[in-house]
């Protein structure tokens, strides 16, 4: 195993995620469907230069965008 803490952060995240509010909720695991439905519902933008975001905003862009895919 070449990354042993990254395996272990992977296996505590989704016990840790109730416990992630207010300030750390940032820092909580988000599931790589989410992850990938907002990338869908991202592609074709035209904003130039670097854009960050957080697991609010990819939460809120894969549910506008799964309700565009039905």
Sequence with gaps: MAR????????LAAPLAPFMVG???RYGAIDAKTVAKAIVGLQGQTD???RAYDNADLRRIASSNCQLMR
Aim: aromatic share 14%.
């Design 23 to 25: 300030r750390l909720f």
């Design 48 to 50: 130039d230069g670097y």
């Design 4 to 11: 042993p803490m990254e395996a272990i952060g992977q296996r």
